[in-house]
């Protein structure tokens, strides 16, 4: 792929309906997103990042690494993760209304465990944990409506 072909690509893109735009080829990976969501790319060494929160990385699946700055100190804190929304729709942190949540901030977490559902089209789909650990941040409500990829949970992993 050469530079005119991802320039008409980038325009072709920012003209359209489309919010993301992922393509992976042997030579080449682009990532386009109109979404005000940052992303990045770690490497096996970490970036430091300055701004403050967490920041979701590209992954086909519901579990990706992240860096989350402090907001007092710009201090990196390490080994935690997220669980993303795999698909939109309305998202249930308890299993019905009158039960306790699913999970809580301070609560561990093990593979496989249901931690929310999400209602997409009149079905409830079951969000289960791709990791062990200890759930550090709620990033949703109760009822709220999510995106796909929107970052459900921060778990700090073991």
């Not at 690509?9 to 393509?23: A, G, M």
């Not at 860096?67 to 309305?90: C, F, H, R």
């Amino acid at each position: 792929m050469n530079l005119a072909e991802i320039k008409e690509l980038f325009l072709l893109f920012n003209d359209s309906d489309v919010r993301e735009f992922d393509l992976k080829q042997a030579d080449v990976s682009l990532y386009l997103s109109k979404n005000e969501q940052n992303r990045v790319v770690l490497n096996s060494s970490p970036i430091q990042q300055e701004s403050v929160g967490v920041t979701e990385l590209p992954s086909s699946q519901s579990t990706t690494p992240s860096v989350q700055a402090s907001e007092s100190t710009n201090k990196v804190v390490e080994d935690v993760l997220t669980i993303q929304s795999p698909l939109v729709g309305v998202a249930y942190l308890k299993p019905s209304p009158d039960k306790a949540p699913f999970k809580q901030v301070g609560d561990k977490v093990k593979k496989g465990e249901v931690v929310c559902i999400i209602e997409a089209m009149k079905v409830m789909n079951e969000i289960t944990s791709d990791i062990d650990g200890e759930i550090v941040e709620i990033n949703v409500s109760n009822e709220e409506m999510v995106e796909y990829n929107q970052v459900l949970f921060t778990v700090k992993e073991g």
